[in-house]
C-alpha cells in the first residue's frame, strides 16, 4: 500500500513536468496495486484518484485517460474478486462483519482523537528496545498518556472491542507490529508535529513541502484513527504516516547547507541513523542480521519463529511425497490457525496438493478420495476437532504439540 502511494506520487511529479500519458498508466497502475494490495489501501486510492481526477479537470483529454487507466488498473490488479467474495458470502466489501465491529472504532471523531493521541505517545523511543518487562518507560508513557487522555475528556475512545484504558499497554516487544519506528521515528513525529503546529500561524510555512509532506501524514493517520480501532500490535497500519515524517525530516538535515552548525546536524543525524540501523534491528524478534542469514538456509524455521510449534507441521507437510508418495492433503483448518505455510508447501511441485476443507464430513471425505485418483488421501486438523463419523475412516500418522493438530491418514473401511 505504501509502495503503491509512493510510485503514484512519484508519477505525478513526472506528469507535472512532462505531460506524457504513460505517467498517467503509472498512476492508475500504482492506486490498483495499493487497493489490491491490503484494504486499508481502498481509501488511500480513492482518496489519490479523486485528487488526480480533481487535478486534470481542465485536461478533458487526460481526464478521460486516467479514468479509463484507473478502471482497467483496479479490474486487473484491484483483487475484484476478493472484494465482490466478500460482498457475496459475507455481505460486507471487507470481510466478516463481527470481526470488522470488533476491530473497528465506534466512537468517531472523537475516538480518532483518542487514538491519535495514543500512536503520538506510542512513537517515543528513547534509542533503545527491550523486552516490555525491562521497558520502563513504556509502563510510564502509557500512565502518562491515560492521564492526558483523562484530561482532554477521551477516555476509553476509539479502542478496538478488546482494548480500553485499564489494559492500554505499549508492548515494545521487538514484534515490528508492536514496537514502534525508532529513535528516527520518535523525532520525525515530534518535528512533523511542531511544523503542522507552526503552519497554523505562518503562510509561508504552510507552502513549504516538510508542511505538506507532515499534514499528508497527519492526514494518512487521522485515517487509521478514524477507522480502526488501537490495539497495540497496530504499527502496520502506520508505515506510510511515518514514511511522509521521516521524509520531511529528513529533507530540511539535507538542505541545511555547508556552515558549521549545519555539519554539524548532519553528522549528528548520520550517527542517529546509523545506530538505528545497526543497533536496533539486532534486538528483533524475528529481523536480526541471523534471522536474515537464516530466511535463506532454513526459510521454514524464519517463518515459524513466532510459532514453533508450526515447524514440525510444515516439515512433515513438505514430506509427505517422500513419506506416502503422490498425495492430496485436505486442510481442515480452525479460526486464527497459520494455513499460508501449509498451502505454500506445494508450490512448483507436481506430487503434492493441498486443497482447503473448512467442513470436514463423511461425505466430502469420500469425494475427495475420488478426486485423490489414486493418490493418498491425507487430512491436517490445525486447531480444530474432527467430527466422529469421519474418525471412523481415518487413522492418526501424527499428534502435535498445537491444539487439535493433527495429520490422519485417510483408510476406508
Known sequence: MVFGAACWYYALRHWRARERPVYLALMALALGFAAGAKTSGLPICLLCGIWTLWSLRANKPAFLRFAAF?????????????????????????????????????????????????????????????????YRYAAWTASRCRYILRLAGLGNAGYCALWNDRSMLFLKDNMEESTDFGPVGAIAAACALGCCLAALGSASIRRSVFSRLALAGFASLGITCLTVGWMPWNNRFLMLPMILFSVALTLPVVRAGE???????????????????????????????????????????????????????????????????PSLLLLNAGEGTWVLPVLQAPLGRKDLEVLAAPSLTRETLFAAAKTANGRQLLILTLKKQVLPAVMENIATVRQYAGEDTVLFKFQPR
Do not use: Q
Open 70 to 134: 484507473a478502471a482497467g488498473s483496479f479490474l486487473l490488479m484491484g483483487s475484484v474478486e476478493t472484494y465482490a467474495n466478500n460482498l457475496l458470502t459475507l455481505r460486507h466489501l471487507f470481510g466478516d462483519p463481527s470481526f470488522i465491529a470488533t476491530i473497528s472504532n465506534r466512537e468517531g471523531v472523537r475516538g480518532a482523537a483518542a487514538n491519535c493521541i495514543r500512536y503520538l505517545f506510542g512513537f517515543v523511543n528513547i534509542g533503545f528496545d527491550s523486552s516490555y518487562s525491562r
Open 259 to 325: 556552515s558549521r552548525p549545519a555539519l554539524s546536524l548532519k553528522i549528528a543525524f548520520l550517527a542517529l541513523l546509523l545506530f538505528s540501523a545497526i543497533f536496533i534491528p539486532s534486538r528483533s524478534f524475528n529481523k536480526t542480521p541471523r534471522d536474515l542469514w537464516l530466511s535463506m538456509k532454513r526459510r521454514d524455521y524464519v517463518a515459524t519463529k513466532r510459532l514453533p510449534t508450526m515447524l514440525d507441521v510444515v516439515t512433515d507437510v513438505k514430506a509427505i511425497p517422500a513419506t506416502f508418495g
